[in-house]
């Protein structure tokens, strides 16, 4: 069975020769520290998505269609010493940042937003002026290669990458957290307009891609939880985004896309029967500090709803036993099927070399139905 079978019978709840063996990632700390534990220095290829060898994870494919703005703004450093640098991005939000600590690209915390582009119905107008869906640069100049090489391909195909889109995400994006729970009740054209132009744009954009290809599943990106629970109501969910992603996702089903994963870190739980309603299929990562026990939503919406993730990294700093007890605990999901287990995000740097080689050694068995036998 290959890559594409498997992934297809797995969240399609029937049986595979095994369970898919997929991660998220490792911060640049955690590389770092398993290099001095003994890691190989160029054992990764960066991608763990794709697939990195090196842990036999499988391979996927995604359809690296340009969906950001277009063109950035001009980034600006605008103070900058030892510690902090505070800066324009390429979104146009204003960010101070801890320079210290900082490896491989991750930063030690998360940046501070102190401004964002987008206030009102006119700064909206102008952000739209970067959002041209026929712009010739957001389809790679080697496409018709890739589609010939994707039409041949083993493995299961996403269409965009990782973190790309979202009807929440990405007006986050544009006006920030709090201006943006402010606009639902206080600027509700603004939001309403943003939700309708998001829907648009991404069936425009990705017309050609549904049309030349036989993708296999579509992820939306939203992150629009903290660990106690959504940063929306069901009741915003129900107004705002229900009849977008309602749109998308009959635009997407009606050219053969019917798995629909949803990616939003946080406590969800309130907002998954929106999100079946709406058609989405599969929910990830499950984060278990934010109480998302898979487990229980298993059990409260049985084969509506695969599963990815799950894994609670915090037993993955541990000792052996704690992750042979994790891995345990999620066995009776990967024997029911539809669901893929992965660490609940990517992995920290408290977790060694040797626990992570541990972990995946006794998930590999899990996954072939070999654990404990």
């Not at 763990?48 to 450093?77: C, T």
């Not at 103070?79 to 991005?89: C, G, H, K, N």
């Not at 991750?106 to 026929?134: C, G, H, L, W």
Request: glycine residues 6%.
């Amino acid at each position: 069975m290959n890559y594409r079978e498997r992934f297809l019978r797995t969240m399609n709840f029937q049986t595979p020769d095994r369970v898919p063996n997929h991660e998220l990632g490792i911060w640049g700390q955690t590389h770092e520290r398993w290099l001095s534990e003994g890691f190989p220095e160029n054992a990764l290829r960066g991608d763990f998505f794709r697939g990195e060898d090196f842990f036999k994870l499988d391979r996927r494919e995604f359809v690296n269609i340009a969906v950001h703005l277009m063109p950035y703004f001009e980034g600006q450093v605008i103070e900058e010493d030892e510690r902090v640098i505070i800066y324009r991005d390429g979104n146009g939000i204003k960010r101070k940042a801890l320079k210290e600590g900082t490896v491989r690209g991750t930063r030690p915390s998360m940046d501070q937003y102190i401004d964002f582009p987008v206030k009102n119905m006119a700064d909206f107008q102008e952000m739209k002026k970067r959002y041209n869906s026929k712009a010739p640069e957001r389809y790679p100049q080697d496409w018709d290669e890739r589609v010939k090489n994707w039409k041949a391909r083993d493995c299961p195909l996403c269409l965009l990458t990782n973190g790309t889109f979202g009807f929440y995400s990405t007006p986050r994006t544009w006006m920030g957290t709090e201006n943006l729970s402010l606009a639902f009740y206080d600027q509700p054209e603004l939001v309403h307009e943003m939700m309708d132009f998001l829907a648009d744009f991404i069936i425009d954009v990705t017309q050609r891609a549904v049309e030349e290809l036989n993708i296999d599943y579509f992820n939306f990106f939203e992150d629009l939880a903290c660990k106690s629970g959504p940063l929306i109501s069901p009741q915003i969910f129900r107004e705002f985004m229900l009849p977008r992603y309602k749109r998308v996702i009959d635009f997407l089903n009606r050219h053969g896309i019917k798995i629909i994963w949803v990616d939003s870190d946080g406590n969800t739980e309130p907002l998954i029967p929106l999100f079946l309603e709406a058609g989405v299929t599969c929910h990830w990562p499950l984060e278990v500090a934010s109480d998302m026990d898979a487990l229980k939503i298993r059990k409260t919406y049985g084969r509506d709803l695969a599963l990815c993730g799950g894994v609670d990294k915090r037993e993955l700093a541990k000792d052996k036993k704690a992750i042979e007890k994790e891995v345990e605990r999620i066995l009776p999901l990967i024997e029911q099927g539809g669901y893929i287990p992965t660490v609940d995000h990517t992995v920290p740097p408290d977790v060694s070399y040797d626990n992570f080689m541990y972990y995946m050694e006794i998930k590999m068995k899990a996954l072939q139905g070999e654990y404990g036998a």
